[in-house]
Each structure stands twice: as structure tokens, then as C-alpha cells.
């Protein structure tokens, strides 16, 4: 079956900064790419997706890449703001990842 | 549109008892998907149901099961509860299976 792996498991940014997430999976027949954002206490809301006939994809200050030959996607946030401050999860697409803790710093 | 929506949001079992939970999906989706979420072992998917057919499942064993109704709305059920199944069940509606929008969830205590 599908495997994901996210890394980092934790990531602490200065407000302003580009942080990076990135996931592999292991299904080569996996076609959509989906992140979601978790607050605490709250329920995961999906913030941006891709499919696999499309390399890059772009909603304000969030992008997601992926690389279908290396079996990696990967979720960038431009100019970090607390409101942030989540937890990211990659999905491929009912697999999840085990979830980035974002810190963004002020 | 209204949201996903999930009864009960809180529920208290012991051991050994069996407990239903209910999903409403958002208007006009008919894919219902149900995942388990505990602090170790994450976000796990549990079964997708589409158009009252079971389409995917997840690695669970038989005592979670799921139903969906012919407006959608969507049924699990957890047989012989152990305590290893106390976690915050979230639902998830889809259109067509992709783009979920997630359930607040019932969060679930096995004593």
C-alpha cells in the first residue's frame, strides 16, 4: 500500500522567512496531492492541492511542487506570519503524512 | 453551504461496548471518508464511502465498520471497543473523492 513520510517533524521560523515541507510517497499510481493545516483543537482544513498532470501550483503565499519521477511534493509558505502556526499535513491522497509542527516567531 | 458535521462531537464508552457515530456531508457531495486521529499514530484513514458503496478502506480491523445512507450521510461503527480506540474521529466530504473538507470530529474515551 500507499506509504507518505514528511519531514521535517518540527520546523521554527522567523516571521518573514520561507519555510519548506517536504513529502515522498511510495504508490507511483498516486495522482492527487493534497495539504492541510491543522490548528489546535480545530479540524484540518485543506489549504492547497495538486495533481500529478501539473508540476507546480501557486494560492498567495503558498505554492506545492511536485516531482513525480522522485515520488516528492513539497509545500512552500513565502513570508511567514504567526497565523502560520499550524500543524502542515501532506496527504497522497487518503495517506497522510505524520504532520510538520510550524512554529513562526515574531 | 453548510459544513461537514458530526454527532456526537464527545462520547464516553468503557471497554467492550460497541458505539455509532454520524457524518453529515456537505450538500450535494456523495463521498464520505472517515479517518482516526491520535497523537501517535497521526491522521489514519479508515474507509471511504461513495454513492452508499464502500470504494476504499484503510488497515483497520473488522470491528470498525461504516454504512452510508442514500443522502450521503454516513455511519461508523466500532464493535468490542479497547481502549487503544479512544482517539478524535473526523469525517471528510468530497465530491468525487479528492478536495475533503474535514468534520469537527467526536472525540471518543474508551474507559
Known amino acids: 500500500g500507499e506509504n507518505v513520510e514528511q519531514h521535517p517533524s518540527t520546523l521554527s521560523v522567523q516571521e518573514g522567512d520561507s519555510a519548506v515541507i517536504k513529502c515522498t510517497y511510495s504508490d507511483s499510481a498516486s495522482n492527487y496531492f493534497p495539504w492541510y493545516k491543522q490548528e489546535l483543537g480545530k479540524r484540518p482544513q485543506l489549504i492547497i492541492d495538486?495533481?500529478?498532470?501539473?508540476g507546480e501550483k501557486k494560492d498567495q503565499r503558498i505554492a506545492v511542487t511536485l516531482n513525480k519521477t522522485a515520488k516528492h511534493f513539497s509545500l512552500h509558505i513565502t513570508e511567514t506570519q504567526p497565523e502560520d502556526s499550524a500543524v502542515y499535513f501532506c496527504?497522497?491522497?487518503?495517506?497522510f503524512g505524520a504532520g510538520t509542527i510550524l512554529r513562526v516567531k515574531s | 453551504k453548510a459544513g461537514v458535521t458530526q454527532t456526537p462531537r464527545y462520547l464516553i464508552k468503557t471497554r467492550g461496548q460497541q458505539v455509532t457515530l454520524s457524518c453529515s456531508p456537505i450538500s450535494g457531495h456523495r463521498s464520505v471518508s472517515w479517518y482516526q486521529q491520535t497523537p501517535g499514530q497521526g491522521l489514519q484513514f479508515l474507509f471511504e464511502?461513495?454513492?452508499?458503496?464502500?470504494?476504499n478502506k484503510g488497515n483497520f480491523p473488522g470491528r470498525f465498520s461504516g454504512r452510508q445512507f442514500s443522502n450521503s450521510r454516513s455511519e461508523m461503527n466500532v464493535s468490542t471497543l479497547e481502549l487503544g480506540d479512544s482517539a478524535l474521529y473526523l469525517c471528510?466530504?468530497?465530491?468525487?473523492?479528492?478536495?475533503?473538507?474535514f468534520g469537527p470530529g467526536t472525540r471518543l474515551t474508551v474507559l
Open positions: 495538486i495533481r500529478s498532470n501539473v
Open positions: 464511502y461513495f454513492s452508499e458503496t464502500q470504494r
Open positions: 496527504a497522497a491522497p487518503w495517506v
Open positions: 471528510a466530504s468530497s465530491h468525487q473523492g479528492v478536495e475533503q473538507y
